[in-house]
Structures are given as C-alpha cells and as structure tokens.
C-alpha cells in the first residue's frame, strides 16, 4: 500500500501544482507526469488536459483541497462477535509483511483488496476474532500460498480500479458464533439505491494521525458508521479519473471518520432488512490524513459479482 500511496502522492502534488498556477494544467510538471503515467502522444495529452478542465470547474462548488492513503478513523470498538465476516490478513511480499483486511464470503473463499495480494507470496488468514493476528484467540488460523491468490485480470496496480481479489482457504472454516459468512450484495444495490444510506466499515488499521501512533497499527478491531456519497462529489477530492462509478462507492469522512492505512480490503457492509451485506472493499483515501475529512474509497461489489461466481461458485441475484 505504501507504494501505490507514493505513487498517487506524486501524481497529487503534480495536479496540486497545477491548480496553484490557476489551472495551468498545460504545466511542464503536468505533461510529464502525463508521459510517465498515462503513456502520451499529443493528441492524449490534449484530451486529458480537458478533462482536467472540465474536471477541476465542476468540482469548484465542493471547495476542496486534494491530498491518496488507508484505516479506522474516529471510530468505536468492535465487540466480540459482531463482525463474524471480518478477517485479518498478513502478507508476505519481500521483504516486508503487509497487514490486510478480508471478508469470509464462503466457508473456501475470503475477499479482500488486489493491491493486497499483488506480489504477495504467502500468508496468514485469522477468522474468529476482534484481535489482529492473535492465533491464541483467532478461532481458525490459516497457512496459504501464492496458488491461494486470485487476483482480477484486470487489475492494474496504479489504476485505483479493479482492486478486489479472493484468497482460497486450504480446507473449509468450522462456522461458529465468531466466524460466520456474509452474503454479497444483490444487484439491486446501486448507486441510487445506497446514496445516502448509512453503512459501516471495519478494520485493524490506525485510529488516528498523531505521529506516536504511526509506529503500529491497532490490535484491535474497530468500525465506523458513515453515509454513502455521490460519486460526482466523491471523485472531486481525488485525481480525474481516479473514482469511478462503475468500481467505486464512497463513504463520507466527515468529522475525520473513516477507513485508514492496515484496514485496505476490509468489508463495507450495509444492513438491509435485518440482514448485513457486503457492498464494498477498502480501496484507498487521503494521503494527506485519514483524519482530514475526505471520504474513504471502495471497490463496488456489485460490479464484480460474475467475477466472483465465475471463482467461487457463489451466486448472487
């Protein structure tokens, strides 16, 4: 995660440069980011230095300044077994170990985010617990391996889209009051449909910006509750582009409360008719702070469903 944080720093402080020269956007630091990132000709350059345009005068009502990170922010303590779905995930890409989180979406499968298990060549799966990577109270502790990944074909690791992948356990998880699966969200949970709607989010990640808690990530599990934004808000805190609808639902971070670093592929959940289900996974946010007030960035579940039936066998309707 760090690396895709560096990555979408430059290409902010890039744009943030850009606008200080009042949109210039035709900025020598502009186009060469242009040609190191987006590959182009003049004409490509051309069209997206309209887009820029267009871009930047539509987001002026919203008055924002932009900052790209992700963890649990401003939120409560999960108590134990009311987030049976949620998993802890560490990941070995050399040679540094990468805390995750994971949802159970059957007893085989676990989802979480691409950027994960992008290059990663084995890991821990937890389930069963509101500690992070306890196997003294992790109810099932899991060995995998590289096989055990599946990452989207798609998925491209500065792209901001397509990041959601699926992590196949090497034998089924025993359900219990602590571990339990979620279902997917039915296609019928849009944009329109969830806009406004409160949903939650959980994670491991930090709860907060001081630099004395950037040193470890939080041992236990926290959530947040925060409404879901329109996207045409959403995408004007972020790089052109970056928010898609199609890929992406956002959660408001108002009040400095959201996701943060260590909580990337952990579940957005929306409790529908007694019944939570999972609608989203931690993509991304503010590299300026999680505590700033930027909405936090998930990948839509409902636009990968085929995918993930077409993996799993898990169908959705």
């Excluded at 074909?153 to 090497?170: T, W």
């Excluded at 998880?173 to 296609?187: G, N």
């Excluded at 989010?201 to 599990?221: A, I, Q």
């Excluded at 931690?282 to 990968?304: D, K, N």
Aim: aromatic share 14%; glycine share 10%.
């Amino acid at each position: 995660w760090s690396t895709i944080m560096a990555y979408y720093t430059l290409v902010l402080f890039i744009c943030a440069t850009s606008i200080s020269t009042a949109t210039n956007a035709t900025s020598t630091a502009v186009q060469e980011m242009h040609r190191n990132y987006f590959g182009g000709g003049i004409y490509d350059f051309w069209y997206w230095d309209l887009a820029w345009l267009v871009w930047d005068k539509q987001c002026a009502k919203y008055n924002i300044t932009r900052g790209v990170d992700t963890r649990i922010t401003g939120g409560d303590l999960a108590a134990p077994n009311m987030f049976p779905y949620q998993v802890g995930l560490l990941l070995l890409r050399a040679p540094k170990v990468y805390q995750c989180g994971g949802t159970l979406i059957s007893v085989s499968y676990v989802l979480t985010a691409a950027h994960c298990l992008y290059k990663s060549t084995r890991g821990k799966v937890f389930l069963g617990s509101i500690d992070f990577a306890n196997p003294l109270t992790s109810s099932a502790v899991y060995n995998v391996s590289e096989s055990a990944f599946i990452v989207y074909e798609r998925y491209v690791l500065h792209g901001g889209r397509d990041d959601i992948g699926l992590v196949r356990l090497p034998s089924p998880a025993a359900l219990s009051d602590a571990v339990q699966t979620i279902p997917l969200a039915p296609r019928f949970m849009t944009q329109s449909f969830l806009e406004g709607e409160i949903v939650t989010t959980s994670g491991w990640g930090l709860t907060s910006d001081s630099d004395s808690e950037k040193m470890m990530f939080n041992l236990l599990l926290y959530y947040v509750d925060a409404p879901v934004l329109p996207l045409s808000e959403c995408a004007c805190y972020y790089l052109p582009g970056l928010v898609r609808g199609p890929n992406h639902i956002c959660a408001s971070g108002a009040g400095g409360r959201g996701s943060c670093d260590g909580d990337s592929g952990g579940p957005l959940t929306y409790y529908y008719r007694n019944k939570s289900y999972l609608i989203g996974l931690t993509a991304f946010g503010s590299a300026g702070g999680c505590e700033i007030g930027y909405p936090s960035v998930y990948t839509r579940i409902t636009t990968y469903l085929d995918w993930i039936t077409a993996r799993t066998g898990i169908q959705v309707y």
